[in-house]
């Protein structure tokens, strides 16, 4: 089996995974649930820093960091803000 | 990748999993995000020997800096913005993360194009994907944040819109069609995609009215995820790909949940430009027959209230506008205190965002359990004293039952009109983000109680202390 085949694999368990795990949600976790998985993609971080450290020209370097700056800030404010909205929920627990 | 860094970014996509499915309950959720957090960490310092820099470089420095730059802007922005302001801040974030997709798809094509490394198909669909669908999602959550923002307010259709955005999609198609099937590394032909798909996103959220933005934005968050995925694809990242497709598929389940709820079929809300024409408001207002609506004091509100046994509150955006949610909750407990029994009832699209009433009420210590779901309050709305509704329209429209003709018909509602009084709060007539008139004004058991939804609350409150 070739690693393209056994990385598609692993890419159509992901999508049944992901719909498995949120079928069960109740809906007033909603929004902090789209809030939380809009974090997880900021791992487009990654592969912005990595791009970046092969750069090798203005143009790709300026890109790179547009990148980097803007990954950055949908990975970190992604899971802040989360947060934010889930201490809420938890503060009032008696 | 050594077989260490891939048992690691293993560990990172079992924490992803795991936040995910913790978030699903009230009571993990927090714990669940701080897992993904944690593993989203573990996934970016494991990254820096992936990187391959021998010594220390500029594009190091630029990385440090790029990375502190977003940490700086993503915790001013989470931090800073209201409460009732989260659907546009997720949006935001939403952009910016396309944005970087589509970046870093497009740098992976201009280093192989001037490498002579040439491209094979495979590495052209993904890329492709991955710069489309990002791009797309880019300028798509920006015009949505700038929806919900109120910079443009109004839907902008125009005569053939349908037609000219099919006709840039099958440029863009036949673009990818060109640059993927021959896998080539035509510069221009790539730009003119990129620039095609901002525009496509800009052209594709631009018709769709404030009311259908939340389920925009989910949608546009699983777009998002399945450009990550096809980064990943692109760059050889697994934990990429993983990441990206559990956000792409549970954000398309998600965005499906949205739309049931509201009973309309995903494609209606992004090609129908529904809330645009106003027509189905005129059609629904002739049918009214002459019925006035009948106003209400707030004294005679508060009696109303204050001598009822069971009242159900809906909220709905017009809370979140006026901030009035830790006045509601003030309203609550003074009724609370004299033996009446409060419950919320939460239309699964109240305000901008699904759960938006649960954060906003949350944030104002309302308890869960006085929080109902609709399935949960209709059977016993018959038994309702006071139904009080707050800033709600559409999810309380009779219509969705009574009139075939409405274009809202079949939409699960909170059936507010069969309790024995319904109080409106609400600041003058206008029509609701579906742009209809709303039947429950006018029955015979409805009053209205005109003004901020803030101020009146304030006076009931005042006027249940005094009495």
């Known amino acids: 089996m070739s690693t393209e085949i056994l990385v598609f694999f692993i890419f159509v368990l992901a999508i049944f995974l992901g719909f498995e795990l949120i079928s069960r949600v109740p809906s007033m976790l909603h929004t902090p649930l789209m809030s939380g998985t809009n974090a997880i993609h900021g791992i487009i971080l990654l592969g912005g820093m990595l791009v970046l450290a092969a750069a090798d020209g203005t143009l790709t370097r300026a890109l790179g960091f547009v990148a980097v700056v803007f990954g950055s800030a949908n990975v970190f404010g992604g899971f802040m803000v989360t947060d934010r909205m889930l201490q809420m929920f938890k503060k009032k627990k008696k | ?467």
């Not at chain 2, 790909?241 to 079929?265: D, E, W």
């Not at chain 2, 027959?289 to 005679?300: L, R, S």
């Open chain 2, 1 to 467: 990748m050594s077989s260490f860094i891939a048992i690691i970014f293993i560990g990172v996509a079992v924490s992803f999993i795991l936040g995910i499915k913790l978030l699903g309950s009230p009571k993990t959720a927090r714990l669940g995000n701080l897992v993904a957090a944690f593993g989203m960490l573990v996934a970016l310092i494991t990254t820096v020997p992936l990187m391959r820099v021998e010594s220390w470089n500029l594009n190091c420095t630029l990385i440090v800096v790029g990375t502190l730059l977003g940490l700086g802007i993503g915790a001013v922005g989470a931090y800073s913005v209201k409460m009732t302001a989260m659907p546009q801040m997720v949006a935001l974030f939403n952009g910016v993360g396309g944005g970087a997709a589509a970046l870093v798809a497009s740098l992976e094509f201009l280093k192989r194009a001037n490498s002579f490394e040439g491209i094979t198909t495979f590495f052209a669909v993904t890329m492709l994907f991955a710069t489309l669908i990002g791009s797309l999602s880019f300028s798509g959550s920006l015009i949505a944040f700038a929806k919900l923002e109120g910079y443009l307010e109004k839907p902008h259709t125009f005569p053939g819109q349908n037609i000219l955005n099919g006709l840039i999609l099958a440029v863009i198609l036949g673009l990818c069609v060109y640059l993927g099937g021959w896998a080539t590394t035509n510069t221009t032909a790539f730009i003119v995609l990129f620039s095609l798909a901002l525009v496509f996103g800009v052209a594709m959220v631009m018709p769709i009215g404030g009311a259908d933005m939340p389920v925009v934005i989910s949608l546009l968050n699983s777009f998002t995820g399945l450009a990550v995925a096809a980064d990943g694809f692109t760059i050889n990242n697994l934990s990429m790909i993983v990441a990206g497709t559990l956000v792409g598929s549970s954000g398309t389940l998600l965005t499906l949940l949205m739309c049931k709820a509201m009973n309309r079929p995903v494609t209606n809300v992004l090609f129908g430009a529904f809330g645009s024409s106003g027509g189905g408001g005129k059609a629904g207002a002739s049918d009214l027959g002459g019925k006035t609506v009948k106003p209400i004091q707030a004294d005679e509100a508060a009696l109303l209230l204050g001598y009822a046994q069971q009242v159900v509150i809906v909220p709905g955006y017009g809370m979140a506008v006026a901030q009035a949610q830790h006045q509601v909750r003030e309203l609550s407990d003074e009724l609370g205190k004299r033996g009446v029994e409060v419950r919320f009832a939460i239309h699964p699209v109240a305000g901008r965002m699904p759960g938006h009433m649960n954060v906003l009420l949350a944030e104002a210590n309302v308890p869960y359990d006085q929080l109902c779901e609709m399935e949960a309050i209709n059977p016993t709305m018959d038994r309702v004293d006071v139904c009080l509704v707050i800033g709600a329209n559409d999810v309380v429209n009779p219509a969705a039952r009574e009139d075939k003709s409405s274009p809202i018909y079949g939409m699960p509602i909170i059936e507010a009109d069969r309790a024995k009084t319904v109080i409106v709060m609400k600041r003058s007539m206008a029509a609701g983000f579906a742009g209809i008139e709303n039947l429950l004004f006018y029955k015979d058991n409805t009053r209205m109680l005109f003004g901020d939804a803030k101020a009146s609350l304030q006076t009931l409150i005042a006027q249940l202390k005094a009495s």
